[in-house]
């Protein structure tokens, strides 16, 4: 049987689970990938810092580059963009294939590095860089490979779904939950890339590249995180027969694609409303074959390390009996529509001066700026930072986000309204 070397660059949280896996399992990957995988090393930041007992220490160094050009295969689990980029591209010239996590180097030198693979003629894999254990990446590059995508929207960061989670079920403070989530290996190295959506956002660009067969990077996405979202905005969800989700859009619509990440009110009955924890679950809707749901673990050591090792399965095939991973498409290049040009309905809370004639007030500035309403309701009066205020939650129709933007405005120099509390995305079933 022919060996193949497997050089794995990383050993945190995904490293070592799946240094392990490789130990334990080592026949069976032999048998499904018609290779005998060997791993050859271990490259780490401090070959001396204390490792979990699976993995064996003699394999450690902190040469990564002398690592990389010895092998057939290279697992890149360092994150970040740099070192991570120079290794993989490294990797290639020397003719390994490469299989990697890291959502945020794909989302921002991706076409750098599908090019240098196709023209080294090796692979590069991807299927934990998004939503973890879910085969997400190959159900859209391959499974509906027949089919033409229109939306794709889903919760795809499982440290924010673990944090609102916590923070509705067990009534933990946001920094409680965050703390727990980072305990638990769910989060980045830096978790300001999870709370403020920007994990969110790298898995959506990469979403909608394969979906829309259109190139889009993270800028391209319009994000907002978690942060502002408190416990009570979560009960008064709760009361009107709604969660908040972060949820990651890209949708296919006349004019080009939408690219969104942000907190959303979903309905209770709402498909994604029962996905918790670190779970995540991506919907998408085809045009032949309507909605399909993925559901599984988004974040931790051992789901993503059976991502990434579906990934090392098929690159050794393909070392023993040639052909290569799906290459980058991008023949749909559509544009990608600004977010002012987006369209959505939206829920405001408004803090408002409990007087005659401020429905009539409110209600004028929507019309004035062509946002229709299709509920308002009025809550007394809640003792906060704020202190006493009348509350209106009001829900629009279907708006253009400019439109928005410019009725917030004008609330927001009103003399009736003392504070626009938030604005958040609202999605139907
Ligand atoms: P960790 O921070 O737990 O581990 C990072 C590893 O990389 C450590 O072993 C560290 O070495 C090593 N490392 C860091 N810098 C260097 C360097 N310059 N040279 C060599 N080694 C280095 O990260 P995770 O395992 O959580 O994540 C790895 C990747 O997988 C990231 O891209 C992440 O986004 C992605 N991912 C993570 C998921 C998760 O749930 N954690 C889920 C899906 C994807 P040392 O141990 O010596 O510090
Ligand atoms: N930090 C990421 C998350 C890891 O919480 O989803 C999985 O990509």
Redesign the pocket.
């Given at each position: 049987m022919k060996e193949v070397k497997v050089a794995l660059?990383?050993?945190?949280?995904?490293?070592?689970q799946v240094a392990r896996l490789l130990g334990e399992q080592a026949e069976e990957f032999a048998a499904r990938s018609g290779a005998k995988l060997s791993l050859v090393g271990?490259?780490?930041?401090?070959?001396s810092?204390p490792?979990d007992p699976a993995i064996d220490t003699a394999l450690l160094t902190?040469d990564?580059e002398s690592l990389v050009d010895d092998a057939d295969i290279v697992i890149?689990?360092?994150?970040?963009i740099?070192?991570?980029r120079a290794?993989i591209l490294r990797a290639f010239a020397a003719g390994a294939s490469v299989v990697?996590?890291?959502?945020?180097?794909l989302a921002a030198h991706g076409p750098e590095l599908y090019e240098a693979a196709a023209e080294a003629d090796v692979d590069l894999y991807y299927e934990?860089?998004v939503a973890?254990a879910i085969p997400v990446v190959y159900g859209l590059r391959e499974s509906l490979a027949g089919d033409r995508i229109t939306q794709v929207l889903g919760i795809v960061n499982?440290t924010t779904n673990y944090i609102l989670d916590e923070m509705t079920v067990a009534g933990l403070s946001f920094d409680e939950a965050l703390a727990q989530a980072q305990e638990l290996?769910?989060?980045?190295?830096d978790p300001t890339?999870d709370v403020d959506g920007l994990?969110a956002a790298a898995k959506c660009a990469i979403l909608a590249s394969l979906a829309f067969h259109t190139r889009v990077a993270l800028d391209d996405v319009h994000v907002h995180g978690i942060r502002e979202i408190a416990a009570e905005d979560i009960k008064a969800a709760a009361a009107s027969g709604h969660v908040i989700k972060l949820l990651a859009n890209a949708r296919r619509r006349e004019g080009g694609i939408e690219l969104s990440v942000g907190p959303t009110l979903i309905p209770v009955d709402h498909p994604l409303a029962t996905v918790h924890g670190?779970f995540n679950a991506v919907v998408i809707e085809a045009e032949a074959a309507d909605r399909l749901m993925f559901y599984g673990r988004?974040?931790?050591?051992a789901?993503?390390a059976s991502?990434v090792l579906s990934d090392v399965v098929a690159a050794a095939a393909h070392k023993v009996s040639g052909g290569h991973a799906p290459r980058e498409l991008i023949y749909g290049a559509l544009p990608i529509l600004p977010p002012a040009e987006t369209i959505a309905r939206f829920q405001l809370e408004l803090a408002v001066e409990d007087k005659i004639g401020v429905l009539t007030e409110v209600s004028g500035v929507f019309a004035k700026h062509g946002v229709s309403i299709s509920a308002v309701a009025q809550n007394y009066v809640r003792s906060d930072k704020r202190g006493e205020t009348c509350r209106l939650t009001v829900t629009t129709h279907e708006a253009l986000r400019r439109d928005l933007e410019a009725t917030l405005a004008e609330l927001e120099a009103s003399s009736f309204v003392a504070e626009v509390v938030h604005v958040i995305r609202v999605e139907e079933n």
């Amino acid at each position: 049987m022919k060996e193949v070397k497997v050089a794995l660059l990383g050993c945190g949280t995904v490293g070592t689970q799946v240094a392990r896996l490789l130990g334990e399992q080592a026949e069976e990957f032999a048998a499904r990938s018609g290779a005998k995988l060997s791993l050859v090393g271990i490259a780490v930041r401090d070959a001396s810092a204390p490792r979990d007992p699976a993995i064996d220490t003699a394999l450690l160094t902190e040469d990564a580059e002398s690592l990389v050009d010895d092998a057939d295969i290279v697992i890149e689990l360092i994150g970040g963009i740099e070192p991570a980029r120079a290794h993989i591209l490294r990797a290639f010239a020397a003719g390994a294939s490469v299989v990697t996590g890291n959502k945020a180097l794909l989302a921002a030198h991706g076409p750098e590095l599908y090019e240098a693979a196709a023209e080294a003629d090796v692979d590069l894999y991807y299927e934990a860089a998004v939503a973890g254990a879910i085969p997400v990446v190959y159900g859209l590059r391959e499974s509906l490979a027949g089919d033409r995508i229109t939306q794709v929207l889903g919760i795809v960061n499982g440290t924010t779904n673990y944090i609102l989670d916590e923070m509705t079920v067990a009534g933990l403070s946001f920094d409680e939950a965050l703390a727990q989530a980072q305990e638990l290996g769910y989060a980045e190295a830096d978790p300001t890339a999870d709370v403020d959506g920007l994990d969110a956002a790298a898995k959506c660009a990469i979403l909608a590249s394969l979906a829309f067969h259109t190139r889009v990077a993270l800028d391209d996405v319009h994000v907002h995180g978690i942060r502002e979202i408190a416990a009570e905005d979560i009960k008064a969800a709760a009361a009107s027969g709604h969660v908040i989700k972060l949820l990651a859009n890209a949708r296919r619509r006349e004019g080009g694609i939408e690219l969104s990440v942000g907190p959303t009110l979903i309905p209770v009955d709402h498909p994604l409303a029962t996905v918790h924890g670190s779970f995540n679950a991506v919907v998408i809707e085809a045009e032949a074959a309507d909605r399909l749901m993925f559901y599984g673990r988004g974040a931790g050591g051992a789901p993503t390390a059976s991502a990434v090792l579906s990934d090392v399965v098929a690159a050794a095939a393909h070392k023993v009996s040639g052909g290569h991973a799906p290459r980058e498409l991008i023949y749909g290049a559509l544009p990608i529509l600004p977010p002012a040009e987006t369209i959505a309905r939206f829920q405001l809370e408004l803090a408002v001066e409990d007087k005659i004639g401020v429905l009539t007030e409110v209600s004028g500035v929507f019309a004035k700026h062509g946002v229709s309403i299709s509920a308002v309701a009025q809550n007394y009066v809640r003792s906060d930072k704020r202190g006493e205020t009348c509350r209106l939650t009001v829900t629009t129709h279907e708006a253009l986000r400019r439109d928005l933007e410019a009725t917030l405005a004008e609330l927001e120099a009103s003399s009736f309204v003392a504070e626009v509390v938030h604005v958040i995305r609202v999605e139907e079933n």
